[in-house]
């Protein structure tokens, strides 16, 4: 995007965890390292099934004296809900703010004039009283500011700043292969890591126990990741979900999220992903073509 852009972001969701325990109880239950979470550094994470199937994801920040997760909006009450189910006798409460709070992402180049020497994903800085960090799955999504809604015009205006079609975002988010609008289709339908947790900075496999974390480690540790969540261009026809891709006559695919942007579950051996990839394939009577993200 262009430096002087920026991108409102109404379909995100904010909970602000707070209590004495808030820190321990996050840590015993998201994918990444609750330590790595201050004021200067924002994670990547997700919530997941004890059989490590994928839930919920969000990112992490440190928010005052209280933790803020970031989510898709139309998740904030079934992560509330989940938490609360996990909460037992924990000191910690959790308060849904995403009526409070927009996000708004800004380039890389006005992120660093907002005192932000540190350029490494999920580097945070802030911008008056609002935290401002680098995407960590990639930085090539730029920067969010999380700012209360009533105050996001003025720092728009202050940042001089240009409002710009949220399309923008989202197109690149799907060439940059990370899912981010209708993630509940994939709820509970493919484990974590094959959602590409590990290939975004979503799961430290070096913290302890988490829950889920006994088959998301057993899947990384002896290589026995065999799909992949990638995303789909429709060539011809259309597609909806469960509709399967063949590539010489046999499944290699399942569309799980089919519109506004395609995403399936992909095998990526047996066959190797790369004989298929950009090759016109067959999903029902239609003709798609798989998307290499330049990570994989």
Known sequence: MEKNEVITLEDRGFIQVTGLEAKDFLQNIVTNDIEKVTSNSTVFSSILTPQGKYLFE???????????????????AEIIK???????????????????YVAAVVSLEKFKEMNG???????????????VYIDPRNDKLGA???????????????????IADKKNYYNKSFELGIPQIDLNKLKDKI?????????LNGIDFKKGCYIGQEN???????????RRILPIQKISGEISENDVIKYKNNDIGKILIDKPYSFALVKVVEPDLKEFTNTELMCGKSKVKILKPEWI
């Not at 938490?83 to 009526?99: A, H, P």
């Not at 020497?117 to 935290?131: E, F, N």
């Not at 969010?144 to 240009?162: F, M, R």
């Open 58 to 76: 969000f990112f992490v920040l440190k928010f005052k004296d209280s933790y803020l997760l970031e989510c898709e909006k139309k998740s904030s």
């Open 82 to 100: 989940l938490l609360n189910f996990y909460k037992l006798r924990s000191k910690v409460d959790f308060i849904d703010l995403s009526e409070k």
């Open 144 to 162: 969010k500011i999380i700012s209360k809604l009533e105050n996001i015009h003025l720092t728009i205006k202050k940042l001089n700043l240009k």
């Open 191 to 199: 484990f974590g890591i094959e959602n590409n947790l590990d290939e």
């Open 216 to 226: 998301t480690s057993r899947i990384k540790l002896r290589n026995k990741l065999r």
């Open 117 to 131: 020497s540190d350029l490494s994903k999920g580097s945070t800085t802030s911008y008056g009283d609002d935290p």
